[in-house]
T-cell receptor
Framework: GQQLNQSPQSMFIQEGEDVSMNCTSS?????WLWYKQDPGEGPVLLIA?????ELTSNGRLTAQFGITRKDSFLNISASIPSDVGIYFC??????????????FGTGTLLAVQP | DGGITQSPKYLFRKEGQNVTLSCEQN?????MYWYRQDPGQGLRLIYY???????QKGDIAEGYSVSREKKESFPLTVTSAQKNPTAFYLC??????????????FGAGTRLSVL
């Protein structure tokens, strides 16, 4: 099955630092989603993006839908210990039928040292 | 509280045994999904269902079976044919309509281990 290229695979940072991660694909997506997963729990939706070039914020999180529609970026500003977890991107190819399924990235593990 | 409930949280399977993982949602979503998560591999789609009494294979359906007799419920059976069942299993649901924005919401997961 298809998966997105997500990078970096892991990040170990100090509290207060900013974080950037991204996802790229060879396919064009109509929707990009970013999820966060805490250990032993299910992913929780952070941000949804629906238009090329769209920039959306949720508190200290900002995500962008790439102009080419083949990539997306997530930034976290002033990281805090509770930001620890795995961050996943997900893309939707189209609308209706099989293309309504989501394709998930492989995840970025974030560790924040107080 | 609206949401997706998975049970049990932890499950152990003996050799040759079938086990069933429960997923119930009260979000009135049409579509439901099952994913398998292994370390470092992200989420892989096992089965999905767009409507009651209909379901489709995902990328890794071999060794699994599902049913969708009710809109709220989408149980997953891990059969004895699945030789490497140890994983974290996630259930999700979403709206499903033409031109819909497919936002999937997840349950808390079931961790399956082999004895």
């Amino acid at each position: 099955g298809q998966q997105l290229n997500q990078s970096p695979q892991s990040m170990f940072i100090q509290e207060g630092e900013d974080v950037s991660m991204n996802c790229t694909s060879s396919s064009i997506f109509n929707t990009w989603l970013w999820y966060k997963q805490d250990p032993g729990e299910g992913p929780v939706l952070l941000i949804a993006l629906y238009k090329a070039g769209e920039l959306t914020s949720n508190g200290r999180l900002t995500a962008q839908f790439g102009i080419t529609r083949k990539d997306s970026f997530l930034n976290i500003s002033a990281s805090i210990p509770s930001d620890v977890g795995i961050y996943f991107c997900a893309g939707q190819l189209g609308y209706g039928g099989a293309t309504n399924k989501l394709i998930f990235g492989t995840g970025t593990l974030l560790a924040v040292q107080p | 509280d609206g949401g997706i409930t998975q049970s049990p949280k932890y499950l152990f399977r003996k050799e040759g045994q079938n086990v069933t993982l429960s997923c119930e949602q009260n979000l009135n979503h049409d579509a439901m999904y099952w994913y398998r998560q292994d370390p470092g591999q992200g989420l892989r789609l096992i089965y999905y269902s767009q409507i009651v009494n209909d379901f489709q294979k995902g990328d890794i359906a071999e060794g699994y079976s599902v049913s969708r007799e009710k809109k709220e419920s989408f149980p997953l059976t891990v059969t004895s044919a699945q030789k490497n069942p140890t994983a974290f299993y996630l259930c999700a649901s979403s709206p499903w309509a033409p031109l819909a924005k497919n936002i999937q919401y997840f349950g808390a997961g079931t961790r399956l281990s082999v004895l």
